[in-house]
């Protein structure tokens, strides 16, 4: 059951990432860039996870998945607080 779970949030993230990149690239709003950029992230995020706990169990990636989640809400952040100025 957890693992189907995993699976989904992975897929759900891809499918966000790519739905704003074609929205940005329509588009050119900047904001679109920041935020499918940190969907980006958030995908990779969703799929070390997946590896984390489905696939390699034995590997702690656990460092790996925390920096990517932090850089793709921090990628979100700069855009954010770019975007005000």
Do not use: H, K
């Not at 779970?5 to 860039?33: E, F, G």
């Not at 499918?36 to 969703?46: I, P, T, W, Y």
């Not at 997946?50 to 034995?58: A, R, S």
């Amino acid at each position: 059951m957890a693992e189907s779970v995993y699976s989904l949030c992975a897929l759900t993230s891809v499918l966000c990432a790519v739905l704003l990149v074609q929205s940005w690239s329509r588009t050119r709003a900047r904001i679109l860039l920041w935020s499918a950029l940190c969907f980006v992230g958030l995908a990779v995020n969703n799929l070390l996870l997946l590896l984390d706990l489905v696939f390699v169990p034995d590997v702690d990636l656990s460092r790996a998945r925390a920096l990517t989640a932090t850089g793709s809400l921090l990628v979100l952040l700069v855009g954010l607080i770019w975007e005000r100025r």
